[in-house]
């Protein structure tokens, strides 16, 4: 079950992948079926309550979701990431612009800077900080542009409560995810680290005991001689 889920986000992986790219892709890939996840969940609870304004933005969440799952699958890592990303923020800022609700849909910003470094990882941390900047300044655009109209409505808690759950919950996630590739990444190295081991002492092995039947016909040529 765990093989089929990780091959249906990123596909067959090749013999030539380099391990980092393979752990990325499926570090992105589990990304973008949790992003496609919470727009669902989204799309139901506002079906629950009435609310159809802002279904539009989360089919395009599901959508673009889709399509970086797709990009991930066909090994086009850099603009699987990018267009996740751009998705990300795009679409909290949307929110913190119509701030209908009062819902403090800025609490995702964390979760897109978290997701930035995370997908770009160390090797290209410059994207990851250009990523993360971008959610602080989309951040306080959103704030400055709106902070009065804010400030004229009461706060729905409820929905306050539900943004922060979802992201706390996407938080947790990719923490979990980057702690469950690790570990998995570590158990396949002391594998190999395993097999090579038993592989040199087979050689080791297989020397002495060349050497030893080399020695009796090597000793009688050098007699004969």
Not at 72 to 88: D, H, P
Not at 100 to 115: D, K, P, Q
Request: hydrophobic share 50%.
């Amino acid at each position: 079950m765990r093989k089929w889920f990780y091959n249906f986000l990123i596909g067959e992986p090749g013999s030539d992948a380099p391990a980092v790219n393979y752990k990325v892709a499926r570090l992105r890939g589990q990304l973008a079926f949790v992003a496609l996840c919470v727009g669902v969940v989204y799309f139901l609870l506002d079906c629950v309550k009435g609310i159809t304004t802002n279904n539009v933005y989360y089919a395009l969440v599901v959508m673009v979701s889709a399509f970086t799952l797709w990009l991930n699958r066909i090994r086009q890592y850099t603009w699987a990431s990018i267009v996740f990303l751009t998705m990300l923020n795009v679409v909290v800022f949307i929110f913190c612009v119509k701030n209908t609700y009062n819902s403090g849909a800025y609490i995702f910003y964390v979760v897109n800077s978290l997701a930035a470094f995370a997908l770009f990882g160390y090797q290209a941390r410059s994207y990851a900080f250009i990523a993360s900047a971008c959610s602080v300044a989309l951040f306080f655009l959103s704030c400055t542009q709106y902070a009065q109209a804010a400030m004229d409505m009461a706060l729905s808690p409820m929905l306050i409560q539900i943004n922060f759950s979802m992201a706390m919950l996407s938080s947790v996630a990719i923490v979990y995810f980057l702690i469950d590739v690790n570990y998995h990444s570590e158990r396949e190295i002391l594998r190999k680290n395993e097999l090579l081991t038993k592989a040199n002492d087979e050689l080791d092995s297989f020397v002495y005991r060349a050497s030893h039947d080399l020695r009796s016909p090597l000793s009688s040529i050098l007699g004969l001689a």
